[in-house]
């Protein structure tokens, strides 16, 4: 089995596969396998990224955060058989920048036994900006590993897909337009094929970005029509919950737009309380949106 084969069995369905190796433009995109016995993995980057750091996971507790050495990533396994992800958490760089040139893994060798994940069930798939990605959860640090999405998949055993790239939003408001919303939903990266896993249940969360950049109620309304269109061409299979903007905006709009379908449901999050202004979304109030959710999903 080839280095790319055997990465193939592990990496999450953030990553990409191009000429060069995996691809991912995304905060949170995992390296999960399970190992068997003391040793080592080892992981070789195209480039350089002396500001990139995965959370290493184990069994589902934080081991540590990890840096690359060159272009390398070693991970030191102890004996027995273990959990392991590795999430990709930091990268100092900006948002368009990650999208345009991603992180590229191109090489994989292990000295123990490493084995695809065992995964339970279709995935969950979380789609949204820069709160569903998990940026800016601590200060400057992006916590994907701690944001909603982790916590509502983990509640529910459920594997995890996220699309979520900070800035971005409906209308031509929203701050950052690569990639646009509809673009990222079947792309890694420019031109790049995103995979697409089994997906029973989708959960998206756009609208903030435009509203705080002064989109229009009708400016939103066209927006959200033409992406409603293209997540039933994306996810025409599962189930689809449309969180509303943390900030109460847009709520009659999502109602309006949604009723011309049958397959969306509204989980209107205006009565919350969680409204951060001028800044993100932190490790606690990420745990009371996860809490919301779940409790919807469990009524």
Known sequence: MTAMEELKAIVSPEWGLTDD??????????LH?????????????????P????????DGKKVADLGLEGHDLTVKLPAGDHDQ?????????????????GVVLT?????????????????????????TAGELMEGRQHRPDLSFPAIV???????LARIAYGGTGLTVRAPFQEPTAIQALW?????????????????????????????????????LRVYLLEL??????????????????????????????????????SEWGIMPEGRHPNVSEHQAIAAKIIEYLED
Not at 249 to 256: G, S
């Open 232 to 269: 039933i061409k994306r996810f025409h299979q599962a189930r689809m919950v449309l969180v509303t903007p943390l900030n109460g905006a847009f709520v009659d709009v999502f109602k309006e737009e949604v009723a011309r379908f049958d397959c969306f449901e509204i989980l209107d999050s």
């Open 153 to 159: 998949a983990k509640h529910f055993q459920r594997p």
């Open 51 to 58: 500001d990139l750091s995965f959370a290493w996971y184990m």
């Open 107 to 131: 090489d994989f060798s292990t000295d123990t036994e490493v084995t695809a994940p065992i995964l339970d069930g279709a995935y969950w798939t979380f789609v949204g900006d820069s709160i």
């Open 85 to 101: 992800q590795l999430i990709l958490q930091q990268w100092a760089t900006g948002q368009v920048d990650f999208w345009r040139q």
């Open 187 to 223: 792309q890694v990266g420019p031109d790049l094929m995103r995979p697409r896993p089994q997906t029973d249940l989708v959960i998206v969360n756009y609208g903030l970005n435009d509203a705080n950049y002064g989109a229009s109620r009708q400016e939103f309304a066209f927006g």
């Open 33 to 49: 396998f399970e190992s068997s016995g003391a040793g080592q993995v080892h992981f070789s980057f195209l480039e350089e990224h």
């Open 21 to 30: 190796g995996y691809i991912t433009s995304q905060y949170g995109a995992r």
